[in-house]
Nanobody, 124 residues
Framework: QVQLVESGGGLVQAGGSLKLSCATS????????MGWFRQAPGKEREFVAA??????NKWYGDYVRGRCTISRGANTVYLQMNSLNPEDTAVYYC???????????????????WGQGTQVTVSS
């Protein structure tokens, strides 16, 4: 059973940086896409970044492109976020999904397993 556990969130001042981690377990992720999404109060879940576990392809949401970097280690997926601003305040979720080719990488429907989320708060 796939398990995803996020960490690294917290309170940071505008202009600061955070590095989120997503510890994975439950088997091989070869053929999977790993994604980061965020959800602010009263807003829909929003795509942040994703990577193809095997091929290394990476994608970024429009609002974070140039400020975020997604990467992975042997069992962990990372999201480095720089130049944070108050609009980045949200709960950040890690997600995993088999790349069936049915859904595009930024669709929440492309992911079947989700972590519990980690809160990121950016103060002005």
């Amino acid at each position: 059973q796939v398990q995803l556990v996020e960490s690294g969130g917290g309170l940071v001042q505008a202009g600061g940086s955070l590095k989120l981690s997503c510890a994975t377990s439950g088997g091989s992720f070869s053929g999977y896409r790993m994604g980061w999404f965020r959800q602010a109060p009263g807003k829909e879940r929003e795509f942040v970044a994703a990577l193809d576990w095997s091929r290394g392809n990476k994608w970024y949401g429009d609002y974070v492109r140039g400020r975020c970097t997604i990467s992975r280690g042997a069992n962990t997926v990372y999201l480095q976020m720089n130049s944070l601003n108050p609009e980045d305040t949200a709960v950040y979720y890690c997600a995993a999904g088999w790349n069936s080719g049915v859904y595009v990488y930024k669709a929440p429907e492309a992911y079947t397993d989700w972590g519990q989320g980690t809160q990121v708060t950016v103060s002005s």
